[in-house]
């Protein structure tokens, strides 16, 4: 289902964004962030998450840096390394 959704991303990068300026507002690029959100929340999540970006690319935003957001699991072991490195400062 990833290549099924992911392809159309990819004929894109190779056949139709060569032809244009580079003029993207973001980083990473939209179509880059699409195929990463894709890669890390699957299918449906990451489709969301491509959709939501691109309908932020336009003039009236500022633009600027916008990494895909953290899994469920990143999250929580983040949370989980953040306790181990409050309670070992505790300890000391």
Excluded: N
């Amino acid at each position: 289902m990833r290549r099924v959704i992911s392809a159309p991303i990819h004929a894109y990068r190779r056949f139709i964004s060569p032809l244009k300026p580079p003029t993207c507002r973001f980083y990473p690029t939209c179509s880059a962030y699409a195929l990463e959100a894709i890669d890390k929340h699957g299918p449906l999540r990451g489709s969301w998450l491509a959709v939501r970006r691109i309908c932020r690319c336009h003039p009236l935003h500022p633009g600027g840096i916008d990494y895909v957001p953290p899994t469920r699991e990143e999250m929580q072991q983040r949370r989980a390394s953040a306790a181990l490195d409050s309670a070992a400062e505790d300890s000391v």
